[in-house]
T-cell receptor, first 109, second 116 residues
Framework: KNEVEQSPQNLTAQEGEFITINCSYS?????LHWLQQHPGGGIVSLFM???GKKKHGRLIATINIQEKHSSLHITASHPRDSAVYIC???????????FGEGTQLTVNP | DAGVIQSPRHEVTEMGQEVTLRCKPI?????LFWYRQTMMRGLELLIY????????DSGMPEDRFSAKMPNASFSTLKIQPSEPRDSAVYFC??????????????FGPGTRLTVL
């Protein structure tokens, strides 16, 4: 069993749909990161959170520490949101990130 | 700021050759991370430095891999000798807090390594 698991692995949506990507982790963490990897391969950090909820534009990230679960939501999805979304758990013992396998999101016009 | 700079962007080499990947972190950042991404294993941490000191190198696959950070603005990841299974995209990332603090990591564009 991976320490960080994401679901779904692949997600196809129509433009405008509300999207949710889930991440569960089994390790103790100091923070949970959400990353976006563009089709060209570049990686961008979207959120880093250790409790509650963060919002940036159409993106919302939530975390439930007790349940060891985080979600990434995209409202009013757009084709340019098509990318791989990766969650990563930052261990309490340091800065090491353990990555999930990623969710490939495709938003069709 | 130019962001994290990596070179080369692409490297094709033959098995047995030495490969050196380079990274310049964002100015002022004092933590630097080397990651490897493959289709089979996804993203993996290889090693990270804080204030130029290696903090955790448990992800370095074997003795063929070595990493150095001689100063705050430069790091290298060396593979000697290279093998086809080392083919991957290698990312460097940097952040601005200490080894036990949390901060956003900023990723470089990656180096795509192909070992024939």
């Amino acid at each position: 069993k991976n320490e960080v698991e994401q679901s779904p692995q692949n997600l196809t949506a129509q433009e405008g749909e509300f999207i949710t990507i889930n991440c569960s982790y089994s390790v103790g963490i100091s923070a949970l990161h959400w990353l976006q990897q563009h089709p060209g391969g570049g990686i961008v950090s979207l959120f880093m959170l250790s409790s509650g909820k963060k919002k940036h534009g159409r993106l919302i990230a939530t975390i439930n520490i007790q349940e060891k679960h985080s979600s990434l939501h995209i409202t009013a999805s757009h084709p340019r949101d098509s990318a791989v979304y990766i969650c990563a758990a930052q261990e309490t013992s340091g800065s090491r990130l353990t990555f999930g396998e990623g969710t490939q999101l495709t938003v069709n016009p | 700021d130019a962001g994290v700079i990596q070179s080369p962007r692409h490297e094709v080499t033959e098995m047995g050759q030495e490969v050196t990947l380079r990274c310049k972190p964002i100015s002022g950042h004092n933590s630097l991370f080397w990651y490897r991404q493959t289709m089979m294993r996804g993203l993996e941490l290889l090693i990270y430095f804080n204030n130029n000191v290696p903090i955790d190198d448990s992800g370095m696959p074997e003795d063929r891999f070595s990493a150095k950070m001689p100063n705050a603005s430069f790091s290298t990841l060396k593979i000697q000798p290279s093998e086809p299974r080392d083919s991957a995209v290698y990312f460097c990332a940097s952040s601005s807090l200490g080894p036990y603090n949390t901060d956003t990591q900023y990723f470089g564009p990656g180096t795509r390594l192909t070992v024939l």
